[in-house]
């Protein structure tokens, strides 16, 4: 699993790959029709197709004559849960944080008026 989600991370890591991912996630395409916004080559389309494909993001198909890449739902659903065991992580430490800040805040308002150093002062 780890090993999947460091080549998923990794493909994802490039902007160029993750424009594809995000037009992938709309409709399959074509490795020509994936290039087209690209000022790059087809081939150099066909290498980041390879890291997504490498990664278990994208798979390509045939159908007659057509080969369109496919978005693999199911892998998002892998990063998906691994984010959110982080972030409920994350959360359950705000909340620890949140009831000692609590505490010191009750603690401070019981706590008895005493003489700073400013009052003597100014004698309040």
Same mark, same amino acid.
């Given at each position: 699993?780890?090993?999947?989600?460091?080549?998923?991370?990794?493909?994802?890591?490039?902007?160029?790959?993750?424009?594809? +991912?995000?037009?992938?996630?709309?409709?399959?395409?074509?490795?020509?029709?994936?290039?087209?916004?690209? #000022?790059?080559?087809?081939?150099?389309?066909?290498?980041?197709?390879? +890291?997504? #494909?490498?990664?278990?993001? +994208?798979?390509?198909?045939?159908?007659?004559?057509?080969? !369109?890449?496919?978005?693999?739902?199911? +892998?998002?659903?892998?990063?998906?849960?691994?984010?959110?065991?982080?972030?409920?992580?994350?959360?359950?430490?705000?909340?620890?944080?949140?009831?000692?800040?609590?505490?010191?805040?009750?603690?401070?308002?019981?706590? !008895?008026?005493?003489?700073? !150093? #400013?009052?003597?002062?100014?004698?309040?």
């Amino acid at each position: 699993m780890t090993d999947q989600l460091t080549k998923v991370f990794a493909a994802l890591a490039d902007p160029t790959r993750r424009d594809m +991912v995000a037009r992938l996630s709309v409709a399959d395409a074509t490795v020509n029709e994936l290039a087209a916004p690209y #000022e790059v080559s087809v081939q150099a389309v066909s290498k980041h197709l390879k +890291v997504l #494909e490498d990664s278990g993001l +994208v798979t390509r198909t045939r159908e007659a004559q057509r080969r !369109p890449v496919h978005l693999e739902d199911n +892998v998002f659903d892998l990063m998906t849960k691994w984010i959110e065991r982080y972030r409920q992580q994350a959360e359950e430490r705000y909340h620890r944080l949140d009831a000692v800040l609590d505490t010191m805040d009750t603690d401070s308002s019981a706590a !008895p008026a005493t003489d700073s !150093p #400013e009052n003597s002062r100014t004698g309040a």
